[in-house]
């Protein structure tokens, strides 16, 4: 397999957040099956949109090693990413299946699964050097999406940006310094889905004014 650029600095055995580590060993202990480690980004190594989620879900990316797999949140995703482009295939089932990501890289703010699904800030400052380092691959024009307020806020720390220049909230795009666009999105969580704070249209919308965006750039 092609070795990614953005995934050069990831190590798959880092245990550089005391919790988090015994926490995967005890998930490692309850479910030996599951994958229980720090979960790589996935996706096209010359993505031009890179999609940033809090963390791995227990029963999701914690036990398919792969971001969005085998979870309630992945079903909106990656149905949305195949509808405009994105993905060879609307389904993520485990990592296996065969599904493809085209132009497009999916990742977390926490490559680990947090208790409650809650990281603490030490270890999203400790895990931000990942995220920085797959942000700083995308060429000038790209795009960003980010999942939620605390993705949102991982990417600006990942870029050096202070909060209260770049505001968070559903559909607000952000032209960033470094020639990338954020764009922000609620989180395509259970509770988000089924109280309908996100719906399936609103979601299409922010995919729309994306690949609008990439688009252009593409014929300029």
Request: glycine share 6%.
């Amino acid at each position: 397999m092609k070795i990614k650029p953005t995934d050069a600095g990831f190590c798959q055995e880092c245990r550089d957040c005391p919790r988090l580590a015994r926490y995967l060993d005890q998930v490692k202990r309850d479910y030996p099956d599951y994958y229980a480690m720090p979960v790589p980004a996935f996706g096209d190594a010359d993505a031009k949109l890179l999609i940033v989620g809090l963390a791995p879900g227990m029963h999701g990316a914690n036990r398919t090693g792969r971001p969005f797999t085998g979870d309630y949140a992945g079903i909106l995703l990656y149905q949305t990413l195949h509808r405009f482009g994105f993905a060879n295939q609307p389904y993520s089932m485990d990592s296996h299946d065969g599904l493809q990501l085209i132009a497009c890289r999916v990742t977390n703010a926490v490559k680990c699964l947090p208790p409650n699904n809650k990281p603490n800030n030490d270890e999203m400052l400790i895990c931000n050097k990942y995220l920085a380092r797959e942000i700083k691959v995308m060429d000038k024009g790209s795009a960003v999406l980010a999942l939620g307020t605390i993705a949102h806020r991982a990417v600006l720390k990942a870029l050096g940006l202070k909060i209260k220049d770049f505001l968070f909230a559903h559909d607000t795009v952000h032209a960033l310094p470094n020639g990338l666009t954020l764009y922000d999105s609620y989180h395509c969580s259970r509770y988000n889905t089924q109280t309908r704070r996100l719906t399936q249209q609103m979601f299409e919308a922010v995919f729309a004014r994306i690949s609008h965006q990439l688009l252009m750039q593409k014929e300029t």
